[in-house]
C-alpha cells in the first residue's frame, strides 16, 4: 500500500519514493522552501516588486539565480561547490525551471540528505535529486558557507 504523503507528492514530483523521501512535519503555511534553506521557519521568503513578502534588504526583488545566489550570500552562502557531503560545511542547492526562473532550495543535513518545504505543504528529508522534474526542474546551483 502506497502511504498517504507519497500519493500526494508523486503528481509534482513522479521521482520520490519510500526510499528516497521522508515526511518529517505537517503543513505550515508560515514559511516555504526558500526560508527553510535559510533557516527561518517563521516568514516567507520571495522576491515579490509588492513586497509582500519577506526579501533581505539591498538584493534585487526579482526572480533570478543572481537574485537568489546574493540573498543566500548574506548568509554567508558565497562558495558554489557541488552536492558532496563536505565536513565543516553547510550547502544550499537552488532549484529551476528551464528558464533558469528559481523555483525551489533545499538544505544539506548532516546525513547527506537534503531539507526541504514544499510549498504550504510538509517538510521532508530527500535524495536531492528525488524532487528534480516538472514542478521544480533541476538543481542548477550549489552554494556552501562554513558551519558556525
Known sequence: MIQPWIAQLRTPFPGVTTENCLPTSPCDVRYNCIAWAAEDSERWWWPDANRQYYWPAGIPREETMEAFERAYGMLGYNERCDTSLEPGKCKVAIYADANRKPTHAARQLPSGWWASKLG?????????????GP???KVVIVLARPIH
Do not use: F, V
Open 135 to 137: 514542478a521544480y526542474g
Open 120 to 132: 504550504t505543504a510538509i517538510d521532508i528529508h530527500h535524495e536531492l535529486s528525488a524532487l528534480e
